[in-house]
């Protein structure tokens, strides 16, 4: 029964770094991820996938088609530290499933096949969505070259894992959403129409450092007060006007605190995560404004684009969500994604399947095996319907040249 195979190897995989209590441990590079990488590699061979694993670790299973050109699907195999079974091996499993699907009923693929397995997307080790970073020739920072010398890599290691955007039609990934929005609105599929932009800002708040008892509540300057002002005036201002951004304080300190002196300064990381970089600047400058004379400073530490997922696969996903007549709901993904990198060079499509209370980077990860099957099927007929794209045109010309051949 392949529909419980793919429930099965999953479960195999998950196991490969799990210990009792504690989740799925299976950090790049490490033993355990080297296991449930050959793992994978056998899978990959069993379907007749020409396996090659290339210089910073990403797995391919090529499968051939007519046309060089390739089709590439997958996702990552590593996870965070205490982790959950279906972040990212789903969408690798997956996709080795479509093949050996199409094997079994001797479907001749017309385009090249690449099931990749990308390494490092978690970013413990070397840096987030290394792996994909280096397969579509983007930047690795400074930093990171540092990390990745430990585990044997080089520069000559990014250069060679370099691929050709000229070799790939597309890239789509099926993962699992790691929010609760699908949960909660009770669809089956996500269609991803792009991946968020982010900012953060590191922000400083200025008071004036007293002794906490001699100190009367109105002759103070309480930096910590007015942080807490600030950082509930922008969440509020985001919730109220901004339907779809996010806004979080995950970081708070105050230099030189101690419990019997009244906050001289006080900072904390600010971060915004939306459809549009131009959007998320708004409740920034909203706060900037406002504060400004109050003794707020805002430096920026990070931009990053949101991404577009191609409009041409994101309109094909939904016509084979409505033709398999399967619930569904176009949205942004609010995680980065190796999709992020593979949409730099060649288009990209993905789908969610929900996750169950909106859990995920945790051992409670949970997807419904309906939900899983009934994705994997959508994932299978979006790679038959790129694969058909232009057949009539070659139908065509096969004729003309049986005509010309008369
Ligand atoms: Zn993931």
């Given at each position: 029964m392949d529909e419980i195979k793919i429930i099965e190897e999953l479960k195999t995989l998950g196991h490969i770094g799990f210990q009792s209590g504690m989740g799925t441990t299976r950090l790049a590079y490490s033993k355990d991820y080297i296991k449930g990488r050959k793992y994978i590699e056998q899978l990959m061979k069993d379907v007749g996938l020409k396996i090659s694993l290339d210089s910073v670790g990403n797995l391919s299973g090529v499968l051939d088609g007519t046309i060089k050109k390739r089709i590439a699907v997958g996702s990552h195999l590593d996870t965070v530290p205490n982790g959950g079974i279906y972040d990212g091996a789903l969408g690798v499993i997956a996709a080795i499933e479509c093949v050996r699907e199409f094997q079994k009923i001797g479907y001749k693929n017309r385009h090249t096949i690449e099931v990749i397995a990308f390494?490092?997307?978690?970013?413990?080790?070397?840096?987030?969505?290394f792996g994909s970073r280096c397969f579509a020739g983007q930047k690795i920072e400074p930093m990171e070259y540092k990390k990745m010398y430990q585990y044997g890599l080089n520069d000559n290691s990014i250069l060679k894992a370099q691929r050709r955007?000229?070799?790939?039609i597309c890239y789509l990934e099926y993962h699992i959403e790691q929010g609760g929005v699908l949960d909660n609105e009770n669809k089956t599929i996500g269609i991803v129409e792009g991946i968020v932009g982010i900012i953060r800002f590191r922000a400083t708040v200025q008071g004036t450092a007293n002794h906490a008892g001699t100190t009367p509540m109105k002759l103070r300057d309480d930096a910590v007060v007015k942080a807490c002002k600030i950082i509930s005036d922008i969440t509020d201002c985001v919730r109220c006007f901004h339907e779809d951004m996010v806004c979080t304080v995950g970081n708070i300190w105050v230099p030189?605190?101690?419990?019997?002196v009244v906050p001289g300064e006080c900072s904390f990381i600010l971060e915004l995560r939306g459809k549009s970089l131009g959007s998320l600047y708004q409740p920034i400058e909203y706060i900037r404004k406002k504060y400004k004379s109050r003794g707020l400073m805002l430096e920026q530490i990070l931009e990053q684009h949101e991404t577009e997922m191609d409009k041409e696969i994101v309109d094909l996903s939904e016509s084979v969500c409505m033709g398999k007549r399967v619930s569904y709901k176009k949205m942004f993904s609010g995680a980065g994604h190796d999709a992020m990198n593979m949409a730099l060079i060649t288009p990209c499509g993905m789908i969610f399947v929900p996750s169950a209370n909106g859990?995920?980077?945790?051992?409670q990860e949970y997807t419904d095996p309906k939900d899983i099957l009934e994705g994997k099927n959508v994932l299978k007929e979006i790679i038959l319907k790129i694969d058909a794209k232009g057949k009539k045109n070659d139908d065509i010309n096969k004729k003309r040249n049986i005509d010309n051949s008369l």
């Open positions: 390494t490092e997307e978690e970013g413990n080790v070397i840096g987030g969505t955007k000229e070799d790939y030189n605190g101690a419990a019997n859990m995920s980077h945790n051992p």
